[in-house]
């Protein structure tokens, strides 16, 4: 065996499998291709984004946008990795601006997928299509087509169609739209200006719509509002509270963000949309800062929604540290956490000191309406003769001997009471009754605690208590909801 591993040679590897595992870092399930997409768009100064999903993008994945294009020539080497146009030396990346720096996204999709682009520059009289695999121009190369706009559609066919391993590995296509779906709205709130549009094809009407609006500024932040109004729904957004802390010359860092007060108790799951210089990450510091916060002032089990628009001097920002830019770190990481913990603190304390109510009018009307139409309801299925079947579950059981609690209260089977009715022949119900009341069934034992105890029930026990208790019949109810 160590022969073997001495005759072992370092060869380097080919690059179209060097180019595969680094698309699978990159591009791990629909959505991680979808961000990257819509990334590019925003990028290109896009104010429209017109996105169509196939079997939860797995089959499609369609974006369309009105940004500045792509020109022809660029076309050439677009799908080729470490092709931008967003850094040209290692010191941009310290003051980096843009979502895309490395150049990897669109040849990282190439080389999972069957890659098509149509896209019309301003100054361009028509439109260029190209097709490509493996992050390489197909042999058709680009060829002029019709397009009414400027803008770029790229179409992502048959995502993983060469790696059988990771596409069986996905879960279902309802499962990977609700991922695209929550990357999409996440998006769309923090981009509020930008008017987002998603539908499934094969349906009628769009999973997500909204409307955008001229430029991003604190005069329109009611749009998004609006955004997280149509996401969220209209009770969300009238519990909202604006947070902001002013740049800090120090930390050089300020932050905007929205949450819902402490009244808002709906969310059972902690939804937190996080964007640091205009990028969707994560970081669990933030995160953990605030879940702790959060449970000092809400009802158990209940959670919050967070939005926050961080924004640090990109000197201080490392975006580089994860391939698909998920993660970042910055320096004063500590101390601006401190800093956003005490402003969220400071608005639910403010929040706190007051309780708002939505009510409802109800009137006689409400309630007569609601009687006539259930006994319509009645008067149609007594005339159609439809009668709707009683489960045992529904019903109410009384013992046919009528046997009284008092029984109960004696340590005596049904049996014995029986045969104690039988033995005294009774000619009325009544005299069985109280007969049944009257007599003192008792098991007898030597048991010297068990007698004491007795004997302390006999005598602290209320007699009229007993006396009502016997007088109440023994009633069994089955409820559904406990079978």
Sequence with gaps: MSLEIASKRIKPLDPQLVNRIAAGEIIQRPF???????????????????????????????????????????????????????????????????????????????HVSRLTIITKTQDSPCAFKAMYSDGKLAKDGIKPCAAASRGTQIIVEDLFYNS????????????????????VSRYAIHNYH???????????????????????????????????????????KKELERISVEYDDRLK??????????????????????????????????????????????????NPFIYMNLKIDPKNLD???????????????????????KSFEEKLLDSSTSRSYYVKNLTLDTFIGESQKSQKKSDSQDSEGAKAPIYP??????DSKERKLDSFLH????????????????????????????????????FKSLNELRENVEKNSSKNLKQVMGDLNFCLNFFPHFL
């Design 253 to 302: 860092f300020e932050m905007l963000a929205y949450m819902t007060n402490s009244r808002y108790t709906q969310l059972k799951q902690l939804t937190f949309v996080l964007f640091i210089n205009e990028r969707l990450v994560d970081c669990q510091p933030i995160k953990k800062s605030l879940q702790n916060l959060f449970q000092m002032y809400l009802p158990k089990s209940t």
């Design 164 to 183: 059988s391993i990771r596409r069986n590995a996905l879960k279902g296509g309802s499962d990977e739209f609700a991922k695209i779906y929550e990357v």
């Design 32 to 110: 991680n291709a979808l961000k990257e997409l819509i990334e590019n768009c925003l990028d290109a100064g896009s104010t429209s984004i017109n996105i169509q999903i196939k079997e939860g993008g797995l089959k499609l994945i369609q974006i369309s946008d009105n940004g500045c294009g792509i020109n022809k020539e660029d076309l050439k080497i677009v799908c080729e990795r470490f092709t931008t146009s967003k850094l040209k030396e290692f010191e941009d990346l310290k003051s980096i601006n843009t979502f895309g720096f490395r150049g990897e996204a669109l040849a990282s999709i190439s």
């Design 319 to 341: 975006v580089n540290i994860h391939p698909t830019k998920h993660e970042v770190r910055f320096l004063y990481q500590d101390e601006i956490i401190s800093r956003i913990e």
């Design 411 to 446: 340590q005596t089977s049904l049996n014995d009471s029986i045969k104690v009715i039988n033995r005294t022949k009774a000619s009325s119900q009544d005299k069985c009754k109280s007969m049944l009341r009257g007599q003192d069934f008792e098991r007898s034992f030597n």
């Design 194 to 236: 930008v008017g987002f549009y998603l539908k499934r094809i094969g349906e009628s009407s769009m999973d997500l719509k909204t409307p955008g609006c001229s430029i991003r500024s604190v005069e329109n932040e009611n749009y998004l509002q609006d955004v997280i109004g149509i996401l969220y729904g209209a009770d969300m």
């Design 393 to 398: 579950y529904q019903l109410t059981r009384v």
